[in-house]
């Protein structure tokens, strides 16, 4: 009897959590050893994807055929085109983000999410195949409530901390993106925790736990649906596993680090900790694992002067445009700081695709 092949540390995460493929290349989604659940997507990835080669012609149509009404018109039909190419290698979602330099508008959040929408709808792509990328402040947050009734699903990105992933429950948003790692780690590794063992060491370790455990007690004590557990920005294969360990309902993960996963044979015995096979639900049943059970005791991220409560569920953070959520952001400084440098940076690819656009209405 011939022995079953071992499986890549890829295919055992697929086996505990939905695997997302965070980038825009429908070749690269298509030779993956899995099948994506869903794509996500960020205005640095929408920006890189619209030079490709092989999206000229399309750009240079959508630019003559909007050019009277505007780079945000042809910005918003470029993106959801190159969705299109990849839909059909992927099983869920395909997602894009809204104009990072609005967040603290919530009707500009609304005019880019309702845009979007409408050109899914041109495209041919219902609403249960898309999701738009809200960033985790109070005002944009107030958005998802309306959108939610238009039948709209939404995600809260550049999300560092509890109150904003609270926030996002009461905003009714489908996911949440928390970030492992800050956006500026990737390019400065003295910023980036690199640790032995990330599901318990680090830094963002608490965060991710307490998230998890509080939307498990609020879907408990309300019976009401809570976002689901996105988990995003890894370094490495390693932090790719946590979230497998942590419970997490998906990661959405780069081609480098899915390259690695799948050139990585899978032995139990070498890890530290091992995920569980996907639950029916995500929070009726969950139950941190026993080895992690003190992780989110701790976080090692808060400030000594950060008042416990300001993570509060009876705190109702969209209030007044989001009044109690930006206090709370304001209160932590790693939460301020890294919102602040992940709007910054998306706000750079969109003014890049920007005048990109700008050329090519020159052109036609």
């Known amino acids: 009897m011939t022995r079953d092949a071992p499986k890549t540390w890829l295919e055992v995460l697929d086996e505990q959590l939905n695997v997302d493929v965070d980038w825009m290349d429908p070749t690269y989604s298509k030779n993956l050893a899995i099948t994506p659940n869903d794509m996500t997507s960020n205005n640095l990835w929408v920006n890189q994807q619209m030079s490709h080669p092989e999206n000229e012609k399309m750009v240079l149509e959508v630019c003559k055929e909007l050019k009277s009404q505007g780079w ?46 409408k050109e899914f709808e041109r495209a041919g792509i219902p609403q249960n195949r898309y999701c738009i990328k809200i960033p985790s402040t109070g005002p944009a947050l107030n958005a998802c409530r309306t959108l939610k009734q238009e039948g709209i ?13 609270i926030a996002c429950s009461q905003a009714g948003c489908l996911y949440i993106s928390p970030y492992f790692n800050e956006t500026k780690a990737h390019d400065d590794l003295q910023l980036w925790p690199d640790v032995e063992d990330p599901a318990t060491q680090h830094t963002m370790s608490a965060r991710t736990l307490q998230i ?41 993960i780069s081609p480098q680090v899915l390259d690695e996963l799948s050139k990585l044979t ?23 694992p026993d080895r992690l059970a003190e992780v989110s005791k701790i976080d090692p991220l808060a400030a000594a002067s950060i008042d416990a409560k300001i993570a509060d569920t009876d705190i109702d953070y969209l209030a007044n445009n989001g009044e109690e959520l930006q ?21 750079g690819g969109l003014m890049e695709s920007k005048a990109k656009i700008d050329k090519w209405f020159e052109q036609v």
């Open 153 to 165: 699903a939404t995600l809260g990105t550049a999300l560092f901390g509890l109150p904003q992933a």
């Open 266 to 288: 899978y032995d139990g015995s070498k890890q530290p900790g091992e995920g569980k096979p996907k639950p029916a639900h995500m929070y009726a049943g969950y139950k941190t």
């Open 327 to 347: 206090k709370a952001i304001k209160a932590d400084p790693v939460t301020s700081q890294r919102l602040d440098d992940a709007l910054k940076l998306f706000t």
């Open 72 to 117: 945000k018109a042809a910005y918003t039909r470029i993106a959801v085109n190159m969705c299109k190419n990849n839909i059909d290698n992927i099983k869920g979602r395909t997602l894009l983000q809204v104009y990072p330099n609005e967040a603290y508008d919530t009707q500009a959040v609304l005019d880019s999410a309702r845009a979007y929408a």
């Open 212 to 252: 998890l455990e509080t939307y498990a007690r609020l879907y408990k004590e309300t019976g009401k649906e809570q976002p689901l557990l996105k988990q995003a920005s890894f370094i490495t294969a390693k932090e790719a596993m946590a979230a497998g360990e942590h419970g997490c309902h998906s990661a959405t």
